[in-house]
Each structure stands twice: as structure tokens, then as C-alpha cells.
């Protein structure tokens, strides 16, 4: 299993700019996640899909879009990238259980100009 | 706010030391989880503490989560380069049991 893998690994992006962000999962778990990491920030949602055809703001969705194109993948838009949205992407799924424990892909690291 | 607050931020410290790094809150969680995060990869699930007062040990790895269930701790015993990375602490986000909020992190470098 390759558990959760992103795409791509790094991004560099002039302001304006649109990209999608794509992760997949190979686990058969139901929900998943984007987060954003920040220095000194932390890890902070962005959206979320408890399950296959729905989705949900997390604590920083503006500028963002996202899709749960089936229930392996779900993947995170930007429709015109600022620097603000400079920042290393994380995508996680929930195994599933009492207490929601998360496997996370290896990120996307993006820079926006 | 954060409402999970993690200390230190940073620590750096040689091969074969002790070390403790401390999540606290103002809030009561059902559970509490930790995950190191090494650099270019994403965060990886360590432990997950239920009950309060609980000691779970990983290794060379204590985690204990406190009687009041409001903070919990980390420690690790002679401390080796493999340790270097970001610690984070997360329980349940409030008033949800979807998703989780995260600690701002303990970066720990263990040098030789």
C-alpha cells in the first residue's frame, strides 16, 4: 500500500495563478483532509470530507476550492494563488475508530510570487 | 488563540540526554494524540492517550496524559539523532468529533 501520496511535491506559482493540488488514498478510508502548515502556525484545516460526495470548511477555506472526485481522491484547488497561500499543503485520511487518528501524505511545499 | 499550546518551542540537545516536551490546555479533551514530523515528510501518528493519568511508552518514548485530561506530556530517555524532528501534539477540535486541532509543535534536534 502507498497509503496517501500527494501531487506535486514542490509548486512554484506566480500571484494569479491556478493550480490543483491532488491526493489519493489506497487505504479505503472515508474521510479526508487538507491542511495547511505555516511556521509557527502549526497544522490548520482547510477543508474537509467526511465522506465520498461531501465537503466541509475547515478553520482557513478562503481561496481555496476543493473536490472529492470519488472516495480514493480528493484534491484542493487555487484559483488565483496569492503569496499569502505560500505554504507546505498537507493531505491526511482518518483511519477510521474512536478517535480519528490521521495518516498524512508527504506534502506539497508551494511558493507563489 | 491556540488551544493547544506546546513548550518548548525549540530544544536542542546532545545524544544521550533526557528530555520532556509538555502540551497544555484550558480545555478537557476525550483524548489526546502525538505525532513527529520529520523534515520533508508529513506528521506520523506516535500514540494516542484516552484516559486520564494514562503512561503509554514507545521505546524510549513516555507519553502521559494528565489526570484532568487538560495537557499531556512527552519524554524521552538518552535521546539519539533519529529523535530530531517536529513533535504535535492534537485532540478532538471542539464541539466535533471529525476533525482534530493541532499544537503549534516542539522542534527537537538531538546532535551527536
Known amino acids: 500500500n502507498a497509503g496517501v501520496t500527494q501531487t506535486p511535491k514542490f509548486q512554484v506559482l506566480k500571484t494569479g495563478q491556478s493550480m490543483t493540488l491532488q491526493c489519493a488514498q489506497d487505504?479505503?478510508?472515508?474521510?479526508m483532509y487538507w491542511y495547511r502548515q505555516d511556521p509557527g502556525m502549526g497544522l490548520r484545516l482547510i477543508y474537509y470530507?467526511?465522506?465520498?460526495?461531501?465537503?466541509d470548511k475547515g478553520e482557513v477555506p478562503n481561496g481555496y476550492n476543493v473536490s472529492r472526485l470519488n472516495k480514493r481522491e480528493f484534491s484542493l484547488r487555487l484559483e488565483s494563488a496569492a503569496p499569502s497561500q505560500t505554504s507546505v499543503y498537507f493531505c491526511a485520511s482518518i483511519k477510521g475508530g474512536a478517535y480519528n487518528e490521521q495518516f498524512f501524505g508527504p506534502g506539497t511545499r508551494l511558493t507563489v510570487l | 488563540t491556540q488551544l493547544l499550546e506546546q513548550s518548548p518551542q525549540f530544544l536542542s540537545i546532545q545524544e544521550g540526554e533526557n528530555l520532556t516536551v509538555y502540551c497544555n490546555s484550558s480545555?478537557?479533551?476525550?483524548?489526546l494524540q502525538w505525532y513527529r514530523q520529520e523534515p520533508g515528510e508529513g506528521p506520523v501518528l506516535l500514540v494516542t492517550?484516552?484516559?486520564?493519568?494514562e503512561v503509554k511508552k514507545l521505546k524510549r518514548l513516555t507519553f502521559q496524559f494528565g489526570d484532568a485530561r487538560k495537557d499531556s506530556s512527552l519524554h524521552i530517555t538518552a535521546a539519539q539523532p533519529g529523535d530530531t524532528g517536529l513533535y504535535l501534539c492534537?485532540?478532538?477540535?471542539?464541539?466535533?468529533?471529525?476533525?482534530?486541532?493541532f499544537g503549534t509543535g516542539t522542534r527537537l534536534q538531538v546532535t551527536l
Open positions: 487505504m479505503n478510508h472515508n474521510s
Open positions: 492517550v484516552v484516559t486520564g493519568g
Open positions: 492534537a485532540g478532538p477540535a471542539p464541539g466535533t468529533a471529525s476533525k482534530l486541532t
Open positions: 480545555s478537557v479533551f476525550s483524548s
Open positions: 470530507s467526511a465522506s465520498e460526495g461531501t465537503t
